[in-house]
């Protein structure tokens, strides 16, 4: 196997800011190539990879959707038939709510903040996780909720 990149991550870009890059309306894909020997030879060329970035889109729930502090809810992602295999958006995914009070997060911040359990109701990171991790609810698998139960 071979790592490229080094010790840094690539990242595609689609949009200026972290909310654009997931809130567009339908499933961008994106084609990896690989070159062998002289790359500025077409021939060389070749697809190796096939790569989906899917839209985050909250659900209109009916009953109790998480909207009120200190009132238990739930909150969901749509996801289209295309996207139900979509790394992120399976069966047993988490989420973590982190204060943002200046609402400038970026996916860095986000990744480096930590779980606070005061925020959720207590407990640790883990048992939030397996206690509230997303749930296919529909019979056709595109609603994947987050429920308070």
Do not use: M
């Amino acid at each position: 196997w071979k790592v490229f990149g080094n010790d840094t991550a690539f990242v595609l870009k689609s949009s200026a800011s972290d909310y654009e890059a997931r809130n567009f309306h339908s499933t961008q894909y994106a084609d990896l190539c690989f070159c062998v020997g002289t790359c500025s030879v077409a021939t060389n060329w070749f697809k190796v990879a096939n790569i989906a970035r899917s839209p985050y889109r909250l659900l209109q729930l009916p009953g109790d959707q998480l909207s009120i502090i200190n009132v238990p809810g739930s909150f969901g992602f749509y996801r289209a038939a295309e996207d139900l295999d979509s790394l992120g958006l399976t069966a047993n995914s988490h989420v973590k709510f982190v204060l943002d009070t200046a609402a400038n997060f970026t996916d860095s911040d986000c990744g480096a903040a930590s779980f606070d359990a005061a925020l959720v109701g207590g407990g640790t990171q883990e048992q939030f996780a397996t206690n509230h991790a997303g749930q296919p609810v529909s019979g056709d698998g595109s609603q994947l909720v987050f429920d308070s139960a």
